[in-house]
């Protein structure tokens, strides 16, 4: 039989973008009343193009948040971190480049593409007349 966590983190996939799991480790979960935090930390797979240069592992660029389907009547945000690397040679900074986000907002695709479908428009953008 799988463990407690297995299960949690079957229920998780279930609920969260696929993509998430792929790259990213879930480092913390809070729950309100009415909001889901879910922080998130890529994992440390430097970019393919750069595979044949040396990365200097740099951290973290600051957290983004986007919001993503409600859970239960919560509004449901995630706090991801993205990875950056120093390319040994050059001192440029370089990371991963995800399409997890709908261009121009702080929504997952899925979810931008919900709230296009039942308003016609997304709701933190001017109808134009």
């Known amino acids: 039989m799988d463990s407690m966590n297995d299960q949690y983190n079957q229920l998780l996939q279930a609920l969260l973008p696929a993509e998430i799991f792929s790259y990213f480790e879930i480092t913390q979960v809070l729950v309100f009343k009415d909001k889901l935090d879910v922080y998130l930390d890529e994992l440390n797979l430097p970019p393919m193009k750069y ?29 991801i971190r993205r990875r950056k690397w120093q390319i040994e040679s050059t001192g440029h900074i370089v990371s ?23 308003f016609g428009y997304l709701p933190n953008q001017q109808q134009k007349p």
Not at 69 to 79: D, G, K, N, S, Y
Not at 97 to 108: F, H, I, K, L, P
């Open 51 to 79: 595979q044949d240069q040396k990365l200097l592992s740099k951290g973290f660029y600051p957290a983004a948040e986007v919001q993503d389907f409600p859970i239960r009547e919560r509004a449901v945000f995630l706090h």
């Open 96 to 118: 991963n480049t995800w399409d997890t986000v709908a261009e121009g907002t702080r929504y997952t695709k899925g979810f931008a593409s919900f709230l296009k479908d039942v």
